[in-house]
């Protein structure tokens, strides 16, 4: 379902690997920035500090196994804030239920574009 994560950091020591160039160039200025890290994980004896709210949710998600406030009910995607949630669940194409324990899809529709609006 996922296209596969064809662009890697170029940052010397920096695993991470992307779906798309913009994606990683987001993460490249992470390593050069001069923003703040203002956002300190909330799990003790975790040192990390983060300069995006979503980054830290992503962080303490992944890492330390927080639930978020806001999720897909039936991707189960989470999201830093309930706009991006409700963003998400608004542009839900279709929702699938397989087999008999039922797995669930959920596909986005693509972008709006001048002719569909």
Do not use: M
Not at 28 to 51: D, G, L, M, Q, Y
Not at 63 to 73: L, R, Y
């Amino acid at each position: 379902i996922h296209e596969p994560k064809r662009f890697p950091c170029r940052h010397e020591g920096c695993s991470n690997q992307f779906r798309s160039a913009y994606t990683r160039k987001l993460h490249e200025k992470t390593h050069a920035s001069k923003t703040p890290r203002v956002f300190v994980c909330s799990f003790p004896s975790c040192n990390v500090k983060i300069s995006r709210r979503h980054d830290l949710l992503r962080h303490e998600v992944r890492k330390h196994g927080k639930k978020s406030e806001w999720q897909c009910q039936f991707c189960q995607t989470f999201f830093s804030s309930e706009k991006t949630q409700e963003r998400h669940t608004c542009s839900k194409k279709t929702i699938q239920t397989t087999g008999t324990g039922g797995t669930t899809a959920c596909w986005k529709l693509p972008r709006p574009t001048p002719e569909t609006q």
